[in-house]
């Protein structure tokens, strides 16, 4: 029934700004750990930003000051706000909670 599908990956050039989204259905964002993950070609799954079900927010050092996770819980979406962005962040977002995973949106950061 669990259901994650991330948007708003695009092309940006380094210091632009993304927002991506994940659309839940089958659960309910308020209530759970969410969590954004990404994975560059050749490189192992990056864990990058948590938001708890209590609203406290934890991010990879490689992210933190740059990028915001939060959550619209009328929506039941989470989001990813990107700032400050690097040829380095480039990859494919993916948004999760527990063993549920998007089919993941792609963000390219180049000049």
């Known amino acids: 029934q669990v259901q994650l599908a991330e948007s708003g990956g695009g092309l940006v050039q380094p210091g632009g700004s993304l927002r991506l989204s994940c659309a839940a259905s089958?659960?309910?964002?308020?209530?759970?750990?969410m969590r954004w993950y990404r994975q560059a070609p050749g490189k192992p799954r990056e864990w990058v930003a948590l938001?708890?079900?209590?609203?406290?927010?934890h991010y990879a050092d490689s992210v933190k000051d740059r990028f915001t996770i939060s959550r619209d819980n009328a929506k039941n979406t989470v989001d990813l706000q990107m700032n400050s962005l690097k040829p380095e962040d480039t990859a494919n977002y993916y948004c999760?909670?527990?063993?549920?995973w998007g089919q993941g949106t792609q963000v390219t950061v180049s000049s």
């Open positions: 999760n909670n527990l063993g549920w």
């Open positions: 089958g659960i309910i964002v308020s209530t759970a750990g």
């Open positions: 938001i708890t079900p209590g609203g406290s927010t």
